[in-house]
């Protein structure tokens, strides 16, 4: 079973998949300029004291969430981790929702549980997170492997981190969707660094190797490119939905910003953090919608002004009713998961309950 590479484009203009429409393009810009632009205002929220705990984003990331989930249906299911913001917006969590869970108001998408990373909107088709990296991997081949018992033309995908290759619950997972041919996409976002240890000092084999071993394809794409990362998810969802099993996709990033706010990353060489500054996603595709003679200004200027809403509506929303900590607990009923927003152009319909 061969590794290989999905190759960016040769011209940033002509560089679009077959599969995308310029609506589509302009659509992956938006996504990921919302992330950008929410999670630079939480990071001020953050520093005014409005957002407790701590604070993790993915500045610099955002066309791997963005691109992946494109490509991904409204019936498919979604493992989000806490770099990868611009997936719950793509599946139509508004930026208000996004502030609520931010600062633990009760309109936020957990109703003020959860703290500001744990989260996922069930009725959305997307699983709350768990810290304890890459466990999603898990949940994400465990609901595949519902949809092959079920016999459902549908995927799973879930995201994780470089050093999620170090712990069992990576392997267990490559394993048990390599030997069912679980319909399950895993995306690693190789973002150079697992807190302050470089890939260096995590592994000799790069992690993309490793599906071979467990007898699926692994391809190595570029995570700074929001139309390569869909294209070579929406092949691997292809590859999935015709019984052929997983795919494990290499991104390759860089992590802009600490660990977590309270990281200042001093670990990290400079001329390293400069080299990736020069291969923002954002840029690439702002070039890109530029040939499409978009106003990307105005695009900006709406942007901004929706994420501001979104704060002032956020902010005027009340706290949660501490009696109400030990509601939910535990299912009372059962809580399935729903179908989210599928925009792609390649798919006709956008989601009710599954």
């Given amino acids: 079973m061969a590794t290989g590479t999905a190759r960016p484009a040769e011209s940033e203009a002509a560089g679009a998949s077959a599969h995308l429409t310029p609506d589509d393009r302009v659509g992956l810009l938006r996504a990921m300029l919302t992330m950008r632009g929410i999670e630079e205002r939480a990071m001020t929220l953050y520093r005014q004291g409005k957002v407790p705990g701590s604070f993790y984003d993915g500045y610099g990331q955002e066309a791997v969430s963005a691109g992946a989930t494109w490509a991904m249906a409204p019936e498919d299911r979604l493992c989000i981790l806490h770099r990868d913001l611009a997936a719950h917006l793509i599946r139509g969590v508004p930026p208000a929702r996004i502030f609520a869970q931010y600062m633990g108001r009760d309109g936020g998408v957990t109703g003020g549980r959860e703290g500001n990373v744990h989260f996922g909107d069930r009725n959305l088709g997307c699983v709350g997170m768990v810290s304890m990296l890459p466990d999603m991997m898990l949940v994400a081949a465990g609901m595949a492997m519902a949809f092959k018992l079920r016999d459902e033309a549908r995927c799973a995908i879930t995201w994780f981190g470089d050093g999620s290759t170090s712990r069992g619950d990576f392997h267990e997972a490559m394993n048990w969707a390599g030997v069912q041919k679980l319909p399950v996409i895993f995306v690693l976002e190789n973002n150079q660094y697992a807190y302050s240890t470089p890939t260096a000092g995590q592994f000799a084999v790069n992690p993309v190797e490793r599906a071979a071993a467990y007898g699926f394809p692994g391809f190595t794409v570029d995570g700074n490119d929001a139309e390569a990362m869909f294209e070579a998810t929406r092949v ?90 030990t509601d939910r607990l535990f299912a009372e009923d059962e809580a399935l998961l729903s179908n989210g927003n599928g925009p792609w152009s390649g798919f006709a319909h956008s989601g009710d309950d599954a």
């Fill in 236 to 325: 691997a969802r292809e590859r999935a939905i015709a019984g052929d099993g997983p795919t494990l996709l290499e991104a390759v990033t860089m992590r802009m910003h600490g660990h977590a706010a309270h990281d200042d990353m001093k670990y990290v060489p400079s001329e390293l953090v400069e080299k990736w500054r020069a291969k923002d996603p954002i840029d690439l595709q702002v070039r890109r919608a530029e040939t499409l003679d978009v106003d990307v200004e105005a695009l900006r200027a709406g942007i901004k002004a929706e994420i501001e809403a979104g704060v002032d509506e956020a902010l005027a929303m009340a706290m949660p009713d501490g009696d109400t900590a």
